[in-house]
């Protein structure tokens, strides 16, 4: 059984770039949620995905926007980045209830 | 809307206990997690508690839930170097218990 991958692991972008972050699920599961984790916080819900559908939403604006392909992995896109996006960004899978499983997170520098 | 708080450090000798506190703010959370974060890591489940429970214990852990002050707290016996990290509580915003509001961390030190 695979754990939860994520790509790339480091990224540095310029300002008003726009970027696509990667997740591949933990075997078995078909939900997928990702988090943002600014530097010294705890991390932030931006979205969940189901069965290629969102299925909810955090308070982050219209610019992030993700996918979800019919093997359960997933995308993050972020358009017209900001520097406040440099970040960890986590992505998480879960059966449709339960615990989730973290991946080492990508590491966005927005310059 | 939900809130979740933790103490920002901790710091312990090896052996003894480690009590980590959270508050949170929403009463319909059906599950309260434990992760831990090594530097430069993803976050790794500790554990969880439902919210009809009052604790639970998986080896060196402890989970106590107070439901009526929306207090958790996790202790971590016989505390060791490795268990060096930061600790974020976080609270379920779903019934399915897998979209979370996470705290600000609490960043524990062992000290040999």
């Known amino acids: 059984e695979t754990g939860v991958t994520q790509s790339p692991t480091h990224l540095i972008k310029t300002r008003g770039q726009q970027v696509t972050l990667r997740c591949s699920s933990q075997s078995g599961h078909n939900t997928v949620s990702w988090y943002q984790q600014a530097l010294g916080q705890g991390p932030q819900f931006i979205f969940q995905?189901?069965?290629?559908?969102?299925?909810g939403r955090g308070n982050f604006p219209p610019r992030f926007s993700g996918l979800q392909f019919p093997n359960y992995s997933s995308e993050l896109n972020v358009n017209a980045l900001e520097l406040d996006d440099s970040a960890l960004y986590l992505c998480?899978?879960?059966?449709?209830?339960?615990?989730?499983?973290f991946g080492p997170g990508t590491r966005l520098l927005v310059l | 809307g939900e809130d979740v708080e933790q103490s920002l450090f901790l710091s312990v000798r090896e052996g003894d206990s480690s009590v980590i506190n959270c508050t949170y703010t929403?009463?319909?959370?059906?599950?309260l997690y434990w992760y831990k974060q090594e530097p430069g890591a993803g976050l790794q489940l500790l554990t969880y508690i439902f919210s009809n429970m009052d604790m639970k214990q998986d080896q060196r852990l402890t989970v106590l839930l107070n439901k009526k002050d929306k207090h958790l707290s996790l202790r971590i016996a016989d505390t060791q170097t490795g268990d060096s990290a930061i600790y974020f509580c976080?609270?379920?915003?779903?019934?399915?218990?897998?979209?979370?509001?996470f705290g600000g961390g609490t960043r524990l030190m062992v000290k040999p």
């Open positions: 976080a609270e379920s915003i779903n019934d399915a218990g897998n979209m979370l509001t």
């Open positions: 998480a899978s879960s059966d449709r209830v339960g615990t989730q499983y």
């Open positions: 995905y189901y069965r290629e559908e969102e299925n």
């Open positions: 929403d009463s319909s959370s059906t599950y």
